[in-house]
């Protein structure tokens, strides 16, 4: 029994004892390799970490290019995100201005019979104190400029007076009475009296200057009061007003001409007519999609839009100016203006009091009648004829443009879209979009390219009247427009012009007689851009194909978009 108890221990024992070994072999081995990693382990401070294998190392690249991918769709995500809070923002935007332009549409009920009488009593009271400020800065700088002279008369001749005094006392010292008798008897009583006289003119010279000096303080009283400030503040608001609307009006013409390149303005439409658009006085009807896309480009189009925004914004900012000026301002510096001049009248009204009574003195002094001098008159110093006081009365500002923004963006929408952005959207089996002549202007290397191609059949001069007419068409300064006016006749239309564009004798002879008119400058802007359009369907017409089939468009497809050869 011991020995099968013993032998039955050892038994189960063993296998025990064994798996116990194995166990401490496998901690041992797990400890050693663990020893060895560590050797080649390195921390986040530097250290070496333990290489990995080409599995590891491809399984981690392409972790990593999931994290990237991954990466590359969030931005993507957000980017069209903002885009479309963008887009949003842009739209409720328009919709405003758009709400804006119809409410700005009517002039409403309005007084302007009193409007106008309000301002023109404001503004006689206003130029009554100008010219009273402007009298009076004239008489104060006479009195001024006489004071120094008379003064400086007074000066020099107590100089003489006294110098001779002193002369007369040293020759006397040691005279001899022989000599005194000589001098009497030669007359030297005569120039006693003669200093007399003078110490007289040194006193007559000095009561001038006074006079003159009163009379001027009195009057710079006038020029250092407020009443001026008034009279000028009120000129400024009325100036300031008056500019805007006249840049109002440039920039609704600059509008007006640029959108007649999208449509047509009609007087009679036909009421089946579906395309027809109406907006305040103004009907017209869209131009076709091609029309359109020849005569403007992409960027245009966008910039026309961006202008029509900005053209609505600055029609309220002059609205709410005008409504200012006439029922808050004119108001407010009325009774102002009232009081300066009252308070100019009587001031100028004492001082004339005043100056009347030195004229007389100055005119007991002169020992000759007036009569033997020539005399000034009021005719002599006017050279021009006589300005009229009368100032413009502006009525309430109105949006004047053809359509409304929402009408604008509808045809725009309609459009396709930018000929670049619809080439690289274009698979490599699928045909390739054409562009239009609007598309090829609107792009620099495809209008160079077409430029080579014009230039080599000798007709390029026609897309440089283009671009000169687009530059002209984009001037707001009056004389560079009229400058570019002429540098395009005498380039472009003119008979002997060294690039004669070839133009219809009827818009060649209209352009001619307007200029020899000396009409509006809008009017003669109106003529280019139907020049311009004569151009734009000759280029349409004869070379927009043929240009599409040269070896220049083919070189420019290969650049931008290789994956199609």
């Given at each position: 029994m011991p020995n099968r108890k013993a032998s039955g221990d050892s038994d189960f024992g063993e296998p025990h004892k064994q798996r116990s070994n194995s166990a401490n072999s496998e901690d041992s081995r797990k400890g050693l390799v663990k020893t060895v990693s560590s050797m080649f382990k390195w921390t986040k401070s530097g250290e070496h970490h333990e290489p990995s294998s080409s599995n590891d190392r491809g399984r981690g690249s392409s972790r990593d290019s999931k994290k990237k991918q991954k990466r590359a769709s969030f931005l993507e995500r957000e980017k069209r995100k903002r885009k479309e809070m963008e887009r949003k923002k842009r739209e409720e935007e328009d919709k405003c201005l758009d709400a804006l332009a119809y409410e700005l549409l009517m002039s409403g009920n309005e007084d302007s019979d009193s409007l106008l009488g309000f301002q023109m009593t404001v503004q006689g009271n206003r130029i009554n104190v100008e010219a009273g400020i402007e009298f009076a800065s004239i008489r104060s700088e006479l009195l001024e400029d006489v004071q120094q002279l008379e003064q400086h008369y007074a000066n020099e001749l107590q100089k003489i007076v006294t110098k001779q005094r002193e002369r007369l006392e040293s020759s006397l010292v040691n005279v001899s009475r022989d000599q005194y008798e000589a001098y009497v008897r030669w007359g030297i009583r005569d120039t006693l009296r003669y200093l007399d006289i003078l110490k007289i003119k040194v006193r007559e010279h000095a009561t001038m200057a006074n006079e003159c000096h009163s009379c001027q303080q009195q009057l710079q009283a006038l020029l250092n009061s407020p009443v001026f400030s008034y009279a000028q503040q009120e000129k400024w608001d009325y100036q300031d007003m008056a500019d805007q609307i006249h840049n109002l009006e440039g920039m609704t013409e600059k509008i007006n001409r640029k959108l007649k390149r999208l449509m047509k303005v009609v007087q009679n439409p036909d009421r089946n007519d579906k395309n027809v658009i109406k907006f305040g006085e103004f009907t017209s009807i869209p131009l076709s999609e091609s029309q359109i896309c020849r005569l403007t480009s992409p960027q245009s189009r966008r910039n026309l839009m961006d202008l029509m925004r900005n053209y609505i914004r600055k029609l309220q900012k002059v609205s709410d100016q005008r409504n200012q000026y006439y029922h808050v301002l004119l108001r407010k510096i009325q009774n102002r203006l009232d009081e300066s001049s009252q308070a100019c009248e009587s001031n100028i009204h004492e001082h004339r009091r005043r100056f009347a009574k030195l004229t007389k003195y100055c005119a007991k002094t002169i020992h000759h009648k007036e009569q033997d001098y020539e005399q000034l008159t009021m005719e002599q110093f006017l050279k021009h004829p006589l300005k009229e006081d009368v100032q413009k009365f502006f009525t309430k500002t109105v949006t004047n443009v053809l359509?409304?923004?929402?009408?604008?963006?509808?045809?725009?929408?309609?459009?396709?879209?930018?000929?670049?952005?619809?080439?690289?959207?274009?698979?490599?089996?699928?045909?390739?979009?054409?562009?239009?002549?609007?598309?090829?202007?609107?792009?620099?290397?495809?209008?160079?390219?077409?430029?080579?191609?014009?230039?080599?059949?000798?007709?390029?001069?026609?897309?440089?009247?283009?671009?000169?007419?687009?530059?002209?068409?984009?001037?707001?300064?009056?004389?560079?427009?009229?400058?570019?006016?002429?540098?395009?006749?005498?380039?472009?239309?003119?008979?002997?012009?060294?690039?004669?564009?070839?133009?219809?004798?009827?818009?060649?002879?209209?352009?001619?007689?307007?200029?020899?008119?000396?009409?509006?400058?809008?009017?003669?802007?109106?003529?280019?851009?139907?020049?311009?359009?004569?151009?734009?369907?000759?280029?349409?017409?004869?070379?927009?194909?043929?240009?599409?089939?040269?070896?220049?468009?083919?070189?420019?497809?290969?650049?931008?978009?290789?994956?199609?050869?």
């Open positions: 359509i409304s923004p929402q009408q604008l963006i509808s045809i725009l929408n309609k459009l396709p879209p930018d000929f670049m952005e619809r080439l690289r959207e274009t698979l490599p089996n699928d045909s390739l979009p054409k562009p239009t002549l609007g598309d090829i202007l609107g792009h620099e290397e495809l209008r160079l390219a077409f430029w080579r191609f014009l230039k080599q059949r000798r007709c390029d001069e026609n897309i440089s009247f283009m671009l000169a007419v687009d530059n002209l068409m984009g001037e707001d300064d009056e004389q560079l427009i009229n400058q570019q006016i002429n540098d395009i006749f005498h380039a472009y239309i003119a008979d002997q012009a060294d690039q004669q564009v070839n133009l219809s004798s009827g818009t060649q002879k209209k352009i001619a007689k307007k200029r020899a008119e000396q009409t509006t400058l809008a009017e003669i802007q109106s003529c280019y851009e139907t020049a311009y359009k004569e151009i734009a369907n000759l280029l349409h017409k004869e070379q927009i194909s043929c240009f599409l089939d040269s070896q220049y468009y083919t070189d420019f497809i290969q650049k931008f978009a290789p994956r199609h050869f």
